[in-house]
């Protein structure tokens, strides 16, 4: 490790500004998914630790939420430049921990530090309203308040972004966070978390506790002090959290799981369109929310996009995050690689064809090849099931109609791309696809600018943008009578 990563590579949590072990039960190991040797280790909590990090967050709250915005600012500012300085070192344990190229690690680092600088500014924004009153002796004023302390569960595939997505838009509207990163992936949270102490941002306002999932999970849940939590993760485990959340009654946000149709039509720019597949499929080895689940081809432009999008796959280099060049890293763990060889071979029994890749990679561990497959049809897994990985599945359609109702045919609803030369078709398609989100003719989505999220199955709330914040935040209205 260089010696600045080495420097933000803290083994240790981080509650009201103390770098602690565990009380009792001691350290879990966390490992390398390019080739499984242990990393380092993070301390294995549980719900002691985390009603000590409510309490502490508690504590900050009021101090915090009374500064101005504009000192508020001032400190996620500071935190951000922190970020852009320490952007390698930050690249380098994200990779050794997630496994994605260093290149995309470091994209994601930006990414990262862009919801900070985005929401910083947010933080100067909160404005309220008056509205005409309903007597003539009263005015109506809407001012909106900080909503407490807020709880992040964040997930894997996206280390260090999940965190300052929900972290950057609670710290500007003035509430202090609990962060629960992924057991895979502490270590990117860590070091965010020492870059945020370097910056000055006060004692109990970013807290970031290791451990035992469920322990720390249900008390963060059930604590009527937690008043919002956000959560990046699967639609089963996200279902679960709202149900503990019940009894509180607290607001979520929840970020799940995704089924996105990528939709070619006969009149779509050919070399447009793979190199959107490309980015919208194998980003991150397949492993992100948005990423293609099945591709919706036209007859008309079936068999060049698949020979196409072929050719371009064969060349993707498959290595070690950290070998020059690597453009996909192994997914997370053998649970990961399973799930692609079964969808994979579940495909290929009922029917479809190899194109390319369909198999574990020699490298081992968790890589596969980037694989495409065509001929795939509704009764394949894989039209229900989010692969989470570098398959890309090709489906047949002859007409507008058939596409929309193939790509809504699904419980998700996050993500959803189309292309098309026609601009007619590309509005109908935007307006008939029943998604959060709709690229036409683009396969990245994401910026921190526009507000990512999703509907039906694929959770609640938006992140990013000017909307980003309003789930950090209490609507109050105050009649002032008697004027
Ligand atoms: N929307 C997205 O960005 C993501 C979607 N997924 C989808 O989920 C599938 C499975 O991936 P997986 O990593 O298992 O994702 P999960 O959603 O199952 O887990 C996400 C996080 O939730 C934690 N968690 C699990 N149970 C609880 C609980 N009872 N209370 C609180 N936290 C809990 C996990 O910790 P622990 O691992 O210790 O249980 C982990 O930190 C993937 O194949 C993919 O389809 C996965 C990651 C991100
Ligand atoms: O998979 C996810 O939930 C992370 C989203 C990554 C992105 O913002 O594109």
Known sequence: MTPNALRLFRQLAYIDGQWLSADEVGTQAI??????EEIGRVPNMGSVEARRAIAAANAAWPAWRARTAKERCAILKRWHALILENADALAEILTLEQGKPL??????????ASFIEWFAEEAKRIYGDTIPSHKPDARIVVTKEPIGVVAAITPWNFPAAMITRKVGPALAAGCPCIVKPAPETPFSALALATLAEEAGLPAGLLNVITGDAVAIGNELCASATVRKLSFTGSTPIGKLLMQQCASTLKKVSLE??????????????????????????????????????RFLVQDGIHDAFVARLAERVAELKVADGFTEGAQQGPLINSRAVDKVADHVADALGKGATLVCGGERHVLGH????PTVLSGVTGEMKVARDETFGPLAAVFRFSDEAQAIHMANDTEFGLAAYCYTRDLG???????????GMVGINEGLISTEVAPFGGIKASGLGREGSHYGIDDYLEIKYTLMGGL
């Open 366 to 369: 968790g890589f596969y090849q």
């Open 425 to 435: 078709r590309a509005w109908r398609m935007s307006e008939a696809l029943e998604y």
């Open 31 to 36: 490992f390398n998914p390019a080739n499984g």
């Open 103 to 112: 290149a995309e690690a470091r994209g994601e680092i930006l990414y990262a």
């Open 256 to 293: 799940l799981g995704g089924n996105a149709p990528f939709i070619v039509f006969d009149d779509a720019d050919l070399e447009r369109a793979v190199e959107g597949a490309l980015i919208a499929k194998y980003r991150n080895a397949g492993q992100t929310c948005v990423c293609v689940n």
